[in-house]
């Protein structure tokens, strides 16, 4: 793991963007994986400003509320045209978000699957962690080596989640996400975090035990993983003037 930490989220968000505009001109047919939830707010507006060319590019999001329409205002459907798709010149067939309104749940999974197969697998995948250390919506426990499928949320990510509903009963229980394993099998990722509620999860992702109880610290296990964190997100790492200097003394060709 690589651990990037800025002063500010607008400083760590620059750094996670530079990432993605490199690759899109490296690899412009590149297969980036989107994530959702405040966290990827700011990135998506620097993408946004940057012009970047999406017409060959092609993106597969996390995850999806069970049951929610597309339409309603808080899908991740919804979220993604608003906030990103809506305003980059990407073509609508290359846009995959898992439907939360299927009727067949595991033959979707299996498709999506598939489609991510077909793709020739993520390049990069976005992420956000939450304040369980979930990943997609990979709560604590969930196996390691998971693939796409259903998912219970915990009643903190429900509660966490209230304010983007109103409250906490408006919150669908189920959702779609990639699992551990899907995540796993991006050839990078890119993690974010802001503020100081996202502290502890990130301690124990990056320096704690590999455990299912902390999903996000399977990414130990992951060969190219940067975390972009700004100094609230960061304050309980034990090892952060290390990261500190191994971002600042990185070799010219390794900068960002
Ligand atoms: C969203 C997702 C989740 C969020 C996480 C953090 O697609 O997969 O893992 O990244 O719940 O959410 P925020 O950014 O709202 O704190």
Redesign the pocket.
């Known amino acids: 793991m690589e651990i990037i930490i800025q002063p500010s989220a607008e400083a760590a968000t620059s750094v996670a963007a530079r990432v993605i505009a490199r690759l899109l001109r490296e690899k412009p047919d590149a297969v980036i994986g989107l ?6 707010l700011l990135l998506y507006r620097e993408l946004i400003r940057m012009k970047l060319d999406w017409r060959k590019v092609t993106t597969f ?3 999806e509320y069970v049951g929610l329409p597309k339409e309603h205002p808080q899908s ?1 459907h919804s979220f993604m045209w608003e906030n990103l798709l809506g305003h980059i010149n990407i073509a609508k067939k290359n846009v995959h978000i898992p439907d939360g309104n299927t009727n067949d749940i595991p033959k979707f999974c299996a498709k999506y699957e598939k489609q991510i197969r077909a793709a020739g697998g993520i390049d990069l995948q976005v ?5 369980d250390g ?4 990979n709560e604590p426990t969930s196996s390691l080596a998971s693939r796409t499928r259903i998912k219970t949320l915990t009643q903190r ?1 429900v509660q ?2 209230a304010r983007f509903f109103g409250s906490e009963d408006k919150v669908p229980h189920h959702v779609i ?1 990639m699992g551990i394993g899907t995540i796993m099998e991006a050839r990078q990722n890119l993690l974010l975090a802001f503020g100081p509620k ?1 502290a502890r999860a990130i301690a124990e992702a990056v320096e704690g035990p590999i455990t299912s109880v902390n999903p996000a610290s399977v990414l130990q296990m992951h060969p190219v993983t940067k975390v972009c964190l700004d100094e609230e997100a960061a304050a309980q790492l034990q090892r952060a003037d290390y990261y500190r200097w191994v971002f600042d003394n990185k070799p010219g060709w390794q900068k960002i």
């Open positions: 994530a959702t939830g405040s966290t990827p999001n996390l995850d991740y992420l956000g962690i939450g304040t979930h990943i997609g919506f990510t966490d989640n996400t996202k």
